[in-house]
């Protein structure tokens, strides 16, 4: 049987917390915005999404022909209980026209396959969308109704993957706890994640504008490494406000 959706935003912005997925694009077009670092997130073979995450990330060959398919996004690194800080005082984006893809698709999420779109339409608790009948209908026979932002997001998400796979490589020759850590990312229940710093990828990438960015991302460190001090629940983000702060100093000035 057809499997019917129906959604409507009603602007509550309770879902404007947190880390934010974005595209290398988005990523970079808001360093003056975001804290940013890049999530890899693990998934082991004989998940449903696997060839499409393979497609989307990178994979990394285990021992006995095993092998783990990998995500690796750009992420605005914002604890869960901070609102985005493009998120306005009435609870509306402030940069509506402009902002990322992944609010532009927002429910839909380009990073799974669209046939199980449908389990991304209910809300969690206390969020206000509307998934009434009288909400239009969005999700039809396993397919999006009006799909221009997801193909876009996708679009996006597949021209990026040479660029990232780039710096997969770089990590795994570089980081000798890195496969481990996914590893043991990837037997968590719930999905394990690994973190690694914004400056390790403008170094592996060698990107030319890595002074610039530096210099943009080192303020709004600062800014979340003074919201976040002395809090316990927020100390793993507090370390790493502080630590790519460093990281950021020093690319803002190495290559003057
Ligand atoms: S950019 Fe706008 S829509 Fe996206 S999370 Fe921030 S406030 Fe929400
Ligand atoms: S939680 Fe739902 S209603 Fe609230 S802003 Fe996000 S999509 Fe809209």
Same mark, same amino acid.
Do not use: Q, V
């Given at each position: 049987m057809a499997r019917v959706k129906h959604f409507q935003c009603?602007?509550?912005?309770?879902?404007?917390?947190?880390q934010l997925p974005l595209t290398c694009k988005d990523a970079f077009a808001n360093a003056s915005r975001f804290p940013l670092c890049f999530v890899w997130t693990p998934l082991r073979q004989g998940s449903k999404d696997y060839p499409l995450v393979a497609t989307l990330g990178t994979t990394i060959k285990l021992t006995g022909r095993k092998e783990l398919a990998v995500l690796i996004t750009p992420t605005a690194?914002?604890? #869960? #209980?901070?609102?985005?800080?493009?998120?306005? /005082? /009435? &609870?509306?984006? @402030?940069?509506? @026209? &402009?902002?990322p893809s992944r609010c532009k698709t927002m429910p839909f999420y380009p990073y799974r396959e669209e046939r199980y779109q449908a389990e991304l339409l209910t809300p969690r608790q206390s969020w206000a969308c509307d998934t009434s009948t009288a909400a239009p209908l969005v999700f039809q026979d396993n397919a999006i109704v009006f799909r221009n932002d997801f193909d876009n997001e996708r679009q996006e998400l597949l021209e990026q993957v040479p660029i990232l796979r780039r710096y997969a490589d770089y990590m795994l020759k570089y980081s000798a706890s890195l496969v481990n850590n996914l590893i043991h990312a990837s037997s968590k229940v719930k999905a394990g994640h690994v973190i690694t710093s914004l400056s390790s990828f403008l170094t592996a990438s060698k990107n030319a504008d890595a002074k610039h960015i530096a210099q943009l991302q080192l303020p709004l460190l600062k800014d979340y490494m003074a919201k976040t001090a002395g809090d316990v629940k927020l100390a793993e983000f507090h370390r790493n406000y502080l630590n790519w702060s460093k990281e950021m100093a020093y690319l803002s000035q190495a290559q003057s």
């Open positions: 009603t602007e509550c912005g309770m879902c404007c917390y947190g690194y914002i604890p #869960s #209980s901070f609102p985005c800080p493009a998120l306005g /005082d /009435d &609870n509306l984006c @402030s940069i509506h @026209s &402009n902002k």
